[in-house]
């Protein structure tokens, strides 16, 4: 892939600028994070934001769609569900489908989060108890590991990435950011504290990954846990406290600048 050459203070600049561009309330309207923009509770913008970001791959506008729909199962009261959650409450999610996450699924991910908010107080408490050397990463599979603590459908495993496993954790990671980068134009949360924004790391994907390559931020072909890690590094480098935020920069300009 062709490479823009461009140096290092003329690249942070331009990045700067686009994320100036898309960093803004106007990205809210067509992405999923539009979904925990609903809500004003804590605990209701976390359920409503993993839930929305688990099943973020595949086309915008049917997983906006999708998750509109798991929240109006829900009662769009996504922590006072998850808390009174009864085997009597699973046949309300027969039928739900995005991609190959279905009604099996969805029923464990309540059981589950109601198990973490239960007995390890919440989803903030599990993510900051585990991170390890400036990143979350290794968080994310300890969090994979208590996620699935208790009896569960095997099945359902594959609906949680594992960066030790040497996945990138796209859709975890772009959940985090949600949650705990502190963002001035309103559209991440910034509601978990006890995660430092410096610590996130970039949603890595196919669209990212082309442009971080093209712009010469990654030269690893495979979007995986090594190529993040390699992404984390330079990014870190233009932003050391908020490195993540260049995800705006580089989604806009792969998706709708088709760089």
Known sequence: MTQVPLEPSLLKEFLDEKVTLYNNPDFIETDPIQIPHNFTKKEDIEIAGFLTATIAWG?????????????????????????????????????????TFNSIDAAYFIESLQNIYANH?????????????????????????????????????????????????????????????????????????????SHLSCPLDVHSGNVARKLGLLNRKQNDAKALNLLDEALRKLDPLDPVKYDFALFGLGVFEKL
């Open 59 to 99: 086309n915008r506008k049917s997983i906006i769609t999708n998750a509109k729909k798991f929240m109006d199962i829900m009662g769009n009261d996504p922590y006072d569900f998850v808390m009174s959650f009864s085997k009597n409450d699973i046949p309300k999610f027969e039928g739900f489908v995005h991609r």
């Open 121 to 197: 107080n919440g989803l903030e408490n599990v993510f900051a108890a585990h991170i390890e050397a400036q990143s979350l990463q290794p968080a994310i599979t300890a969090f994979k590991n208590i996620f699935f603590s208790i009896d569960h459908p095997q099945r359902t495993t594959k609906h949680i990435s594992d960066p030790a496993k040497n996945s990138a954790a796209k859709r975890i990671n772009m959940f985090l950011r949600w949650m705990a980068r502190k963002d001035n134009a309103g559209v991440d949360f910034g509601i978990w504290n006890s995660i430092p924004t």
